[in-house]
């Protein structure tokens, strides 16, 4: 059986820096139920506490802090970088431990955002782009999905 790594936020486990959640959302509470699940939160695994100050990556996108160009910071300037890498490293460990092909991340967020992330000035604009964890799970070949292509993920996973 596919496995599936999920935001925790989307499987509505209160780990966004708001302290909230951002689900459940269907199919993800019956791949759940099915075992199929293989959840994180890469900002909490990499050590930041829930709430947490908002940040956004700032200079480039999720590629760009891997390569040193970028970092993500906070509105005061608090540099997050070390724990967003940390996160998305362990994001990878778990794909690769159980085989996971398809991701579910959390929609324009600077970890798991895989089209639009925020720019970077913390106006509330977005940009193409992707965050840190996204942009490390689709250099290692994993597909990335958000929640809002939930039926594009339903059907790439039928194909595997």
Known sequence: MEKILVSRCLLGHKVRYDGGASGPFDPLVQWQAEGRVVAICPEVSGGLPTPRPPAEIAGGQGVDVWEGRARVLTAEGEDFSAAFLDGA????????????????????????????????????????????????????????????????AVQALAQL
């Not at 992707?130 to 689709?138: D, I």
């Open 89 to 152: 490293r362990q994001a990878l460990a778990l794909v690769q431990r159980h085989g996971i092909r398809i991701a579910i991340l959390k929609a324009n967020s600077p970890s798991c955002g895989n089209l639009l992330i925020y720019d970077g000035t913390f106006s509330g604009l977005k940009v193409s782009g992707e965050g840190v964890t996204a942009a490390l799970l689709k250099h290692h070949g994993v597909l990335v999905f958000s929640e809002q292509e939930l039926p594009e």
